[in-house]
Nanobody, 123 residues
Framework: QVQLVESGGGLVQAGGSLRLSCAAS????????MGWYRQAPGKQRELVAV???????NYADSVKGRFTISRDNAKNTVYLQMNSLRPEDTAVYYC?????????????????WGQGTQVTVSS
């Protein structure tokens, strides 16, 4: 079974910083894209940032210049450094990974999600 475990959420004042981490574990042959999504109360889940295995990145316009996504392929871990946080960044942040693992006794690609970590930014 593949698991994605996030850490690093919490409460911070506006203008502050937080660093989220997400470690993938289990039977993993390779990880393609890894990303962070967020969902605020009453809103749809949205993409925050994504990074390919080769290091190419893409960000939501709302976080460009403030957030940085990175990954450590040797540790199957993705990070999200969040600076200059704003109250509108308050949400549950979810880690996502597209990876090759064993599914129904065959090697296949699947999409996996973490359980989510709460980020709250006070004004």
């Amino acid at each position: 079974q593949v698991q994605l475990v996030e850490s690093g959420g919490g409460l911070v004042q506006a203008g502050g910083s937080l660093r989220l981490s997400c470690a993938a574990s289990g039977i993993i042959f390779s990880i393609n894209a890894m990303g962070w999504y967020r969902q605020a109360p009453g809103k749809q889940r949205e993409l925050v940032a994504v990074i390919t295995r080769g290091g190419s990145t893409n960000y939501a316009d709302s976080v460009k210049g403030r957030f940085t996504i990175s990954r450590d392929n040797a540790k199957n871990t993705v990070y999200l450094q969040m600076n200059s946080l704003r109250p509108e960044d308050t949400a549950v942040y979810y880690c996502n990974a597209d990876l090759r693992t064993v599914i129904h006794d065959s090697i296949a690609t699947g999409e996996y999600w973490g359980q989510g970590t709460q980020v709250t930014v006070s004004s």
